[in-house]
């Protein structure tokens, strides 16, 4: 966004962007992209992107496929490019091209990672790139009759060494190769080292680079965002309707990623001119975003719930965090909470209480059991209750807290006087307690 076009917008995005900011530090992304991004030129403005991710504190590792590099060095060997069940075979002369062509664009990303032109993007950059015989593989071996030979898959990751590369604040650049105990080279694809590099390093986000811009709905809308079932159900969808290429291919590894503990997937397209930052720094995203299952079993509480409910209240309660509610008084408003679910047990909740002459609407009982606290649980209850307020027509969510000030001001919540509560509210303000407010705009 041009400084001089729209300064006041420019201040309220860049603005915008502080929280994702303070949540990347020190997160582990994985971000995978094809060959055909710097067959086609466009490394140079992704490279640049990689560059703000790194300067920002975010844990890189970068994988790169060699797909059209291939290709083009088969032809000039005159050798076929087979596939079998859509996997290549690779003999000894195909391995042959397949080293040459991933040793040259390795070369070649390492090289624009290394740019500090001034006047640039990259001015003053200090990229670092590590490689190294990260990944062990061995051969897929024989399917169906035929022997794929030095075609291999991930058998394990070194974790460790790895972990040392990050921790000197290196940016970790691996190639679809893998190495064998043996000291045999297999091809392996892209996908495969990204998605098992993500599961090993229990990463933040994988990153998937594609031709499309996402997953399409049944009407060719662009899903946003999924849950793991409902990613299933697309590529169980797959009879009826047939899906892009790449949609094929990546969207089963974004469900294997999140199955595995992987926070977020992505898949997002290559031809946008940083789509990694605009999906990443967004609220909205330009791709497809899949979630772990867990995150998709909010809702609304009924009587049943009222024990699971007092179960999460009632140590907050003892600990003068919470005012403290009979199960009486619970079982009159359950109709105010939503609670979450983990693997059918209660792990969360919170109470919605509406003041809708004011357009305004209380946040109250928002708590997850101490064992998930880490999980990104609470801030999800409070995003789905920010969701209904609006939907309500409320204008503004407050919040009143004597021991959770920070956990609110960090999510965009500001301290106000007890005035600015509706007026219902204030007379019910208990000024022994001295809880203090907060509000936020929605």
Same mark, same amino acid.
């Given at each position: 966004?041009?400084?001089?076009?729209?300064?006041t917008? =420019?201040?309220? @995005?860049?603005?915008?962007?502080?929280p994702?900011?303070?949540?990347?530090?020190?997160?582990? =992304?994985?971000i995978?992209f094809?060959g055909e991004?710097?067959?086609?030129?466009?490394?140079?403005e992704?490279?640049?992107d990689?560059n703000?991710l790194a300067?920002l504190?975010?844990r890189?590792?970068?994988v790169?496929?060699?797909?059209?590099q291939?290709?083009q060095?088969?032809?000039k060997?005159?050798?076929?490019?087979t596939y079998h069940?859509g996997?290549r075979?690779?003999d000894?002369?195909?391995?042959?091209c397949v080293k040459?062509?991933?040793g040259r664009?390795r070369v070649?990303?390492?090289a624009?990672?290394s740019?500090?032109?001034?006047?640039?993007p990259?001015a003053?950059?200090d990229i $670092?790139?590590?490689?190294?015989n990260f990944?062990?593989?061995?051969?897929i071996?024989v399917?169906?009759?035929?022997d794929l030979?030095?075609?291999g898959c991930v058998r394990?990751?070194?974790?460790?060494?790895l972990?040392?590369?990050?921790?000197?604040?290196?940016v970790v650049l691996?190639s679809?190769l893998?190495?064998?105990?043996?000291g045999?080279?297999?091809?392996?694809?892209?996908e495969?080292?990204?998605?098992?590099?993500?599961?090993a390093?229990?990463a933040?986000?994988?990153v998937?680079?594609?031709?499309?811009d996402?997953?399409?709905g049944?009407?060719?809308?662009l899903?946003?965002?999924?849950?793991v079932?409902q990613?299933q159900g697309?590529?169980s969808s797959?009879?009826k309707?047939?899906?892009p290429?790449?949609?094929?291919l990546?969207?089963?590894?974004?469900?294997?990623a999140c199955?595995a503990?992987?926070?977020?997937t992505h898949?997002?397209s290559?031809h946008i001119?940083?789509?990694v930052l605009?999906e990443? =720094?967004s609220?909205?995203g330009?791709?497809s975003m899949v979630?772990?299952?867990t995150?998709n079993?909010?809702?609304?509480a009924?009587?049943e719930?009222?024990?699971g409910i007092?179960q999460l209240l $009632?140590p907050?309660?003892e600990q003068?965090?919470?005012v403290?509610?009979?199960?009486?008084?619970?079982?009159?408003?359950i109709?105010?909470?939503v609670?979450?679910?983990?693997d059918?047990?209660?792990?969360g909740c919170a109470?919605?209480y509406?003041f809708p002459?004011?357009?305004?609407?209380?946040l109250?009982?928002?708590?997850?059991d101490a064992q998930?606290?880490?999980?990104?649980?609470g801030?999800?209850?409070?995003?789905?209750?920010?969701?209904?307020?609006?939907?309500?027509?409320?204008?503004?969510?407050?919040?009143l807290?004597? $021991?959770?000030a920070? @956990?609110f001001l960090?999510?965009?919540?500001v301290?106000?006087?007890?005035?600015?509560?509706?007026?219902?509210?204030?007379?019910?303000?208990?000024y022994q307690r001295?809880?203090?407010v907060?509000?936020?705009?929605i």
């Amino acid at each position: 966004m041009p400084i001089n076009a729209a300064p006041t917008d =420019f201040v309220a @995005w860049f603005r915008s962007v502080a929280p994702y900011i303070n949540a990347f530090r020190g997160k582990t =992304f994985v971000i995978a992209f094809g060959g055909e991004v710097v067959a086609d030129g466009k490394f140079v403005e992704l490279t640049h992107d990689f560059n703000l991710l790194a300067a920002l504190g975010i844990r890189l590792v970068l994988v790169h496929g060699a797909r059209p590099q291939i290709e083009q060095h088969l032809a000039k060997n005159n050798l076929g490019d087979t596939y079998h069940h859509g996997i290549r075979m690779t003999d000894a002369q195909t391995m042959q091209c397949v080293k040459e062509a991933v040793g040259r664009v390795r070369v070649e990303i390492e090289a624009l990672l290394s740019m500090g032109l001034a006047n640039s993007p990259m001015a003053n950059a200090d990229i $670092r790139v590590a490689g190294g015989n990260f990944i062990t593989a061995q051969p897929i071996g024989v399917i169906n009759g035929v022997d794929l030979m030095h075609t291999g898959c991930v058998r394990k990751v070194d974790v460790a060494a790895l972990n040392d590369r990050r921790e000197f604040g290196e940016v970790v650049l691996l190639s679809p190769l893998g190495y064998s105990p043996t000291g045999e080279v297999f091809n392996v694809t892209l996908e495969d080292i990204a998605t098992a590099t993500a599961i090993a390093l229990d990463a933040d986000k994988l990153v998937f680079l594609m031709d499309t811009d996402g997953v399409q709905g049944k009407k060719g809308e662009l899903l946003k965002e999924l849950t793991v079932a409902q990613a299933q159900g697309v590529l169980s969808s797959t009879g009826k309707r047939k899906l892009p290429d790449d949609v094929s291919l990546f969207l089963p590894c974004a469900i294997r990623a999140c199955e595995a503990g992987v926070a977020r997937t992505h898949l997002i397209s290559r031809h946008i001119d940083g789509s990694v930052l605009q999906e990443l =720094f967004s609220d909205e995203g330009i791709g497809s975003m899949v979630v772990e299952s867990t995150l998709n079993t909010l809702r609304d509480a009924s009587i049943e719930d009222v024990g699971g409910i007092l179960q999460l209240l $009632r140590p907050l309660e003892e600990q003068g965090i919470l005012v403290r509610r009979s199960r009486e008084l619970l079982e009159r408003e359950i109709e105010q909470f939503v609670v979450l679910e983990h693997d059918h047990r209660i792990v969360g909740c919170a109470a919605l209480y509406r003041f809708p002459d004011e357009a305004s609407a209380e946040l109250a009982c928002l708590a997850v059991d101490a064992q998930y606290r880490d999980h990104g649980y609470g801030e999800a209850v409070l995003n789905h209750m920010v969701s209904v307020a609006k939907s309500q027509g409320m204008k503004k969510l407050f919040v009143l807290t004597t $021991r959770t000030a920070h @956990w609110f001001l960090e999510r965009g919540f500001v301290e106000a006087e007890v005035t600015a509560l509706p007026a219902q509210k204030k007379t019910l303000y208990n000024y022994q307690r001295k809880s203090k407010v907060f509000v936020r705009k929605i």
